[in-house]
Structures are given as C-alpha cells and as structure tokens.
C-alpha cells in the first residue's frame, strides 16, 4: 500500500491534485529549491482550500538550510506548523550536524518529517537514530534534482533495508527523489508507504504546471494507499511523542 504525494505549489495546483486523487498533498516552491519553502501565507491559504475540499494530509518543506543552522530550522519548524498543515519536512543533510538535527526534531511540538538527503548515499544509522526518536514517517528524497533519481544514488538493495528498519520501528517509510513513470517497477517492489513525485506530474521540468492526467496515471500504477485518516493519525501521534523523553541509537 503506497500513498502517493503530489508536491504543489499554488492552491490550484493542490486542487488539482486532490481532485485526481491524490493521498498527501505537499507545498514546496520547486522554483527555489529542492525543499523550497512556499511563503507562510501562501501555505495557510492552500491549507484552507484543501481542509474546505478534502481529508487528505498536508505538508510542507520549510526550505533549502546550510547544515548546522540549527537555530533558523527551528524557527521556520514552529512557524510552518502555525499555519495548519499535518507535517513539516526538514531536510536532513548527512554530516556533523544530522545526529544534532535529529534530536532537536524530535524535540517539536509540530508534527515533523524527517526527510534524508541521499545523494551521497544513505547512512542506515541515521535512519536508526530517527526510529528510535518515535518519529512515524521517516523519508528520503534527494537535494540535486538534476543528478538522476534516488534510484541512481542508493542501491535498491539499501533501500529495502531502510524501508524495513522504519517498519519494524513501526512507523511509515517514504521515498521521493526525481522519481518518474519508469520507476513505478522498482516502488512496487519495495512498496513504500508513501512515494513522493513532483517533475512526474508536471508538464515539462518540475517548475511546470501539474497535470491532473499525471497524476491520475501515477495514482492508478502504484498499490492502493492508505487511508488519509489514517496517515493524517500518524501527526497526532508524533505531537503526543513530542513531550516524552527520546534516546538515540549508539
């Protein structure tokens, strides 16, 4: 069971999105960046017109940040969650910093994704470290959209073991990263829990419109998702974790 998150970017877009069915509906600015934020505003009204039309879950990036700006994440994390959506992304870079990153996360209130950076390859012990936070949905994407897919930068054989660490962790396991059509055989395969695409729906590189016939194409190829109740839970459970005390993986 794969739900399939549209990442949008006006409220066009995201009805657009909902109304071909899409399961997640994600808000980033692809214009400025992998994780490029959309403006507060410019998320609360999306948010709005998704709540008067749909159950489906939301999220947004809270943007492209240098590894170490500790400080700035939080403050965009708090600030994202004020406007309503279900989840906040954050990317997390491998480095000195990630282990940091991931401790102050799950230290939030807000119900937040953490979303791993692979294009150098993925760190399994990171990905243990974030089970071990409780965080519910752990996710992996890719920071350079011109570079080939994630599929080009881990092996599918890494990638089975981080989808199965997260679900014996029992949370929820996402793969994004330039994902196309023609990767639609490798994500049957692993059957992700949530499979993110962007330039797939567009019309042209991923900075174009959205088309709904991609979506609905996409939607139809991959197995049938979750419920959104059930996925939109997974962002009450994270708030009631956020108050309890959390140890990391050695």
């Known amino acids: 069971m794969t739900a399939l998150l549209a990442s949008v970017r006006t409220e066009e877009e995201a009805v657009l999105a909902v109304e071909a069915g899409a399961d997640i509906i994600d808000l980033k600015d692809p214009r400025t960046g992998a994780l490029g934020a959309l403006a507060l505003p410019v998320i609360g009204a999306i948010v709005a017109r998704v709540r008067a039309i749909s159950a489906a879950p939301i999220s947004a990036t809270i943007g492209d940040l240098a590894d170490g700006q500790i400080d700035e994440m939080q ?3 708090e600030a994202t969650a004020r406007t309503g959506v279900d ?28 979303l791993f950076l692979a294009d150098g390859g993925l760190e399994l012990e990171l990905i243990e470290a974030a089970c071990a936070y409780g965080f519910p949905i752990v996710m992996v994407d890719t920071a ?14 890494t990638l089975q073991q981080m989808l199965d660490l997260v679900r014996t962790a029992g949370a929820r396991a996402g793969l994004a990263g330039s994902l196309r059509a023609e990767h639609v ?10 499979a993110g695409f962007r ?29 959104a109740a059930a996925l939109r839970r997974s962002s009450n459970v994270t708030r009631t974790n956020a108050s309890l005390p959390h140890s990391t993986s050695s």
């Open 199 to 227: 330039g797939a729906l567009c019309d042209g590189t991923r900075t174009g419109r959205l088309n709904p016939a991609k979506v609905r194409a996409l939607r139809a190829a991959l197995p049938a998702s979750h419920s």
């Open 185 to 194: 055989i490798a994500l049957r395969a692993l059957e992700p829990d949530i």
């Open 144 to 157: 350079n959209k011109n570079a080939g897919s994630l599929f080009d930068c881990v092996a599918h054989a």
């Open 75 to 77: 403050r965009l994390v």
């Open 87 to 114: 989840f906040v992304k954050v990317g997390v870079a491998r480095g000195s910093h990630a282990r940091t990153t991931l401790a102050l996360l799950a230290d939030q209130q807000a119900a937040v994704v953490p």
